[in-house]
């Protein structure tokens, strides 16, 4: 691992926190977007009838039917979220930034740092959050929470006309979908978004460190975007566990850290003294 006392330092010295999460750090968490292995075995019969082998796959499948839709997309939230406990890693991270001002972005849509126990009016889920669902109308009508309806259609016993359990819109009654960008109709969560920027506004002059774990090419929105904007702020910094120092932008190199590191290890080594 490189640069790991430059890491720490830069940490331990922030002000406020900026965790840059990607699908690395799902991955970390249990879900696997391109995975076939596990895939396979976990969900042999939705690997059969639609021969997909990943979730990624999975979730780009266009089924006509809502039922249908719903029982795919509750198999895979209950699998990845509903049953979901918090890795050692996400722990520690929590421990690391809980003392200090933080805010996470993340493209990992599997309602993982609020179930860790980070602060949900810090956390901005660019690509959604598939516990969470949008009217299908193509009219933002706000979210709404489905595990409820998730959970009945699990358990719906054979014969049952799955199309009464499909969760509908409370503004207009049109069936509701999972909010991930699977079509046109993908409203991003306002709120949050404005809650990041004004967290940016508000620490323009303090010494605060972007810590990115797990960004890779499904996401690049997560990395070059923030690299530029560090470069804006001369208090500010990047510490990167996915990356090597050199590949960095030259124009933040004196104040960053590439550790070359998967997030796990970058992690347990920040909190360790």
């Not at 949008?134 to 595990?147: D, T, W």
Request: charged share 20%; net charge negative.
């Amino acid at each position: 691992m490189e640069n790991l006392n430059k890491a720490k330092q830069l940490v331990q010295e922030a002000e406020a926190v900026v965790v840059v999460a990607g699908n690395g750090l799902a991955k970390v968490e249990g879900l696997d977007l391109l995975g076939q292995a596990d895939f396979e075995r976990d969900f042999p019969s939705i690997v059969q009838k639609y021969d997909v082998h990943s979730v990624g796959y999975a979730l780009d499948q266009h089924i006509p039917s809502w039922s249908e839709k719903w029982q795919l997309w509750s198999s895979l939230i209950q699998k990845y979220s509903f049953d979901y406990r918090p890795s050692s890693t996400l722990k520690n991270l929590l421990q690391l930034i809980s003392h200090r001002q933080y805010f996470v972005a993340t493209s990992a849509f599997g309602h993982f740092f609020e179930t860790a126990g980070f602060n949900e009016n810090r956390i901005f889920n660019a690509f959604g959050d598939w516990t969470k669902a949008q009217c299908s109308s193509g009219i933002n009508h706000g979210l709404a929470n489905i595990q409820t309806a998730a959970e009945k259609i699990i358990a719906a016993k054979p014969g049952t006309d799955l199309e009464k359990l499909v969760p509908k819109c409370e503004v207009c009654g049109q069936p509701l979908e999972i909010h991930l960008p699977l079509n046109d109709h993908f409203y991003p969560d306002t709120a949050a978004n404005s809650r990041f920027r004004w967290f940016l506004t508000g620490n323009e002059e303090k010494k605060t460190v972007f810590l990115e774990l797990g960004v890779d090419e499904t996401s690049p929105q997560l990395r070059e975007p923030i690299e530029h904007l560090v470069a804006e702020y001369p208090q500010w910094s990047y510490v990167a566990a996915d990356y090597p120092q050199e590949t960095l932008l030259p124009e933040i190199q004196e104040r960053s850290a590439g550790t070359n590191a998967d997030t796990v290890s970058l992690i347990n080594n920040l909190v360790t003294e």
